[in-house]
């Protein structure tokens, strides 16, 4: 659990504090040093950076800086052009996979920590990040104990973009509308869901295509059924299997938002962009995600009506300052680019640039590096005030489904978990889909 302590710490610490001193001198990988704004740490041969990222909606503040940058480090270095790939999490998951199959990975990818990437690091699919972390003071850039997620055998092959925390995002407006108050348990929360549906308000949004969103919010719930983290642990520690009955009460408890009408009609055609952007365009009361959603909130049209809560109690269990935790997705580098010292050097630059540019496109709530900035006077939001001070109160926790088990198993419970919005089923039986995959893929 080395790990896990490493990862509360920084969360409980984190959010605020580094020198943004970022754009100084940097070292080629021939050891030579050079101005990040100039060309000359890089051969003069025209050459194609390909940088898959997951930034593909224009309203995202990451999506902006992204462009912002990428533009700049073209401008500073006329040989080289920087081919963007820009995908939703789900199409990039699928598509990383196709292209890891066919060994013909782009220069810069996007991998997800822990059992998520340990496949390609396997593989040995990804370049060790080591010496690029020493450049410039990179590597202290991070927050204290993040960047273990993303390092095996003493070697560091992920930059996280991210760490944040999941909670309830709401509009006060339409609760006002409807009638309602925040509420502090499940049961709560489901006469909420109920009147607000009476009121002709969507009670929540979702995108479920991507089937991770239906996960994380299962796990949030099963995080309170289990009465605090540590399930999925448990399962691979053979303490306990998937037919326990905190897991089965974390089923039902789902089943009964879906079956109340909390999400939308065809909740699982709508991706990840379009499910926030219910929200995000006032046609849904809650929203259910990570803390990284909160600069694309914030500068959407519900701005300034919106407000945040943690997930509450279910049956009087669990801990309402426990969180899923997500350190984040992150850059990585393919083993095999045809222009290793140059992608290197354009990922150094545009990590050593991301606090700063993070922190004045007001996106840099739940970033995974330390933020020199007075965030208030700054004119980041009241609400994301709110959430910068839930950091602060977090007191354990959980990682996602698919950060935890390996990927056959993981696809089994999205896929189970995906389904339940378009069907009820027993949770008895849930639970004995989720044992059985687990048992075929940890023989």
Avoid at 46 to 55: K, P, R, S
Avoid at 239 to 246: G, V
Avoid at 420 to 443: C, S, T, W
Wanted: hydrophobic letters at 40%; a negative charge; charged letters at 20%.
């Amino acid at each position: 659990m080395a790990k896990m302590s490493k990862l509360l710490s920084l969360v409980l610490t984190g959010t605020l504090a580094i020198s943004l001193t970022a754009c100084g001198g940097s070292k080629s990988d021939d050891g030579s040093t050079s101005s990040t704004g100039s060309s000359s740490n890089t051969s003069e041969k025209n050459i194609t950076i390909t940088f898959q990222n997951i930034y593909p909606d224009p309203t995202d503040p990451k999506n902006q800086l992204m462009n912002k940058l990428v533009k700049q480090y073209e401008t500073d270095h006329p040989n080289i052009k920087i081919e963007l790939d820009s995908l939703n999490t789900d199409q990039q998951k699928l598509k990383l996979k196709t292209q890891a199959a066919s060994k013909e990975m782009p220069d810069i990818t996007v991998v997800n920590p822990s059992a998520q990437m340990k496949p390609f690091v396997d593989a040995k699919l990804l370049a060790p990040l080591n010496d690029m972390l020493d450049q410039n003071g990179l590597k202290d850039t991070f927050q204290d104990g993040l960047l273990d997620w993303y390092s095996f055998d003493g070697n560091t092959y992920a930059l996280p973009d991210g760490n944040n925390i999941a909670v309830v995002y709401y509009n006060k407006e339409l609760f006002d509308q409807a009638g309602v108050k925040v509420p502090t348990t499940f049961e709560e929360m489901l006469d909420v869901v109920k009147t607000l549906k009476s009121k002709g308000i969507q009670p929540m949004a979702i995108g479920e295509k991507d089937s991770w969103t239906g996960s994380f919010l299962f796990m949030n719930m099963l995080l309170r059924t289990n009465n605090g983290p540590g399930f999925l642990q448990d399962v691979l520690d053979k303490k306990k299997t998937f037919e326990d009955p905190a897991f089965v009460e974390a089923v039902n408890a789902f089943e009964s938002l879906v079956q109340a009408g909390a999400f939308q009609d065809g909740a699982t055609s709508f991706d990840y962009n379009a499910g926030e952007n219910l929200f995000k365009t006032g046609k849904a009361a809650m929203y259910f995600m990570g803390t990284w959603a909160t600069g694309g909130i914030e500068t959407s049209s519900v701005n300034g009506k919106v407000g945040v809560f943690k997930f509450p109690t279910i049956n009087g269990k669990g801990n309402p300052d426990e969180f899923m935790l997500a350190p984040g997705s992150a850059f990585a580098i393919s083993a095999d680019s045809k222009h290793l010292e140059e992608t290197k050097a354009f990922l150094n630059w545009f990590m050593m640039s991301f606090p700063k540019e993070a922190f004045e496109a007001k996106g840099a709530v739940g970033i995974g590096q330390k933020v020199d900035g007075d965030f208030k006077a700054a004119g980041y939001s009241d609400m994301a005030m709110e959430v910068l001070n839930l950091f602060k109160e977090v007191k354990g926790g959980d990682l996602a489904f698919d950060n935890t088990m390996n990927p056959a198993t993981a696809q089994v419970h999205l896929t189970s978990i995906q389904n339940l919005f378009a069907q009820k089923k027993d949770a008895a039986e849930v639970a004995k889909e989720h044992q059985a995959a687990f048992e075929e893929n940890n023989k």
